[in-house]
């Protein structure tokens, strides 16, 4: 028993979760496209990002919660 690898199960969630969260995934996709030949720096796409993280978040959350309890 102690020789066996401990799994984390927010992986497994976030990849299931991933394919709900398309719309903020491709505003993001979008943003970096915008911003790329942006020279000095200023433009960035952390709003975007930060919104798709917070999608896969919320749908993660409840499950994995469910399974810790």
């Known amino acids: 028993m102690a020789d066996e690898e401990v799994v984390d199960p927010k992986k497994y969630y976030e990849d299931t979760c991933k394919p709900k969260c398309v719309r903020p995934l491709r505003a993001y996709q979008a943003c970096v496209e915008r ?11 952390t709003g975007q ?8 978040d919320a749908c993660v959350a409840p499950k994995l919660f469910d399974k810790l309890k």
């Open 35 to 45: 911003v790329k030949g942006d020279e000095t720096g200023h433009k960035h796409c």
């Open 49 to 56: 990002y930060f919104d798709y993280w917070s999608c896969v």
